[in-house]
């Protein structure tokens, strides 16, 4: 057998190849997979060695001969909203599948703070970068560019030189707002919107606007808060405290309306007898409220599969919008005992 090197220093190729009697070439085709095929008995014979002198793959040297770490770069802006835990675990569990490390990083939903990570990201060797973006387009026009392919999820318009991906959020609110107002027969919905401190209308206002707009009608009045539980409970007691309360309300993230209902209750008022609630995300607890939330449902794998795609893809730059779900569940004034019904 062949000598085992000593203690103290990395273990290289060449010791590997020589424990397995085999060339240094040999032992990188296994490593790397390729280009060339190695016999299954010659293969196995290079992983004992490999794992009984504990070899590790030498990142740096791989990307000089690669061009590539097989690591990504994510910013998320944490786990306080629920959304972005199941969005980071998917683009987790995607990138693993396809045999990609992630390196993560949070920004706790400061645009500031995404901009500096994503400029500390592209020097730490990444391939590339995916933000689930806290940016709008005034935050994202100052951003520089990292020099690597930098993709924008949860991004629901375009931001020119980089790949983004959102939700079809226009299309989402105005089909959950027109369920309200053509099934449910309510003049008006009001909006408790997320207030993102941009002069122009959130895509998901856009969509409640023009669900509105289409029928002839006036929407609802308007409530601006925070993007959380404590922002919706706020903004639904502004609502109610009106002189002629809203009869239904579109909550632009589950999260603010799992406040919405709190409040409600707290009326001692009945969802969906007294006011119909309907929110935006598809976040897992909102099967699990009382009453069920209908809501429009992000396709979150769809997404994450399509962001990996193309931001390892090498092609030209562009805006993708995936189709979102209205899922029907009590909030609205349907009764859906069991599953859930999902309206194409």
Known sequence: MARTP???????????????GVSSAVVSYVVNNGPRPVAPETADRVREAIA????????????????????????????????????????????????????????????????????????????????????NRHDVARLRDPGIPLLFVNCPFAVPGFHTIGPDAVDGSRRVVGHLLDDHHHAQVALI???????????RESGWRDAHRMRGLEPGPVVRTTFTADGGYEAAQRLLDQPSPASAVFVTSDLQALGVLH??????????????VVSFDG????????????????????????????????????HTLVPTELVIRRSCGCSSPGDELLEP
């Open 283 to 318: 976040i897992s607890e909102a099967a699990h409220t009382w009453p069920p939330l209908t809501v429009v449902r992000q396709p979150l794998r769809a997404m994450a599969q399509v962001a990996l795609d193309n931001v390892l893809s090498g092609t030209e730059p562009a």
């Open 193 to 203: 919107a997320g207030d993102t401190g941009a002069s122009e209308p959130e895509e």
């Open 263 to 276: 409040a409600i209750h707290s009326r001692s008022l009945r969802v969906p007898e007294d006011i119909a």
């Open 52 to 135: 009984f002198l504990g070899y590790r793959p030498n990142t740096t040297a791989r990307a000089l001969s690669t061009g590539s770490t097989g690591i990504l770069g994510v910013v998320h802006p944490g786990t306080a909203n629920p959304f972005f835990g199941e969005y980071n675990d998917v683009i987790y569990e995607t990138a693993t599948r396809a045999g990609i490390a992630l390196l993560t990083a949070t920004s706790a939903g400061s645009a500031k703070t995404e901009r500096g990570l994503i400029e500390a990201l592209a020097g730490r060797n990444v391939d590339g970068i995916i933000s689930m973006t806290s940016m």
């Open 6 to 20: 000593s203690r103290g220093r990395n273990v290289t190729l060449a010791d590997v190849g020589r424990h397995a």
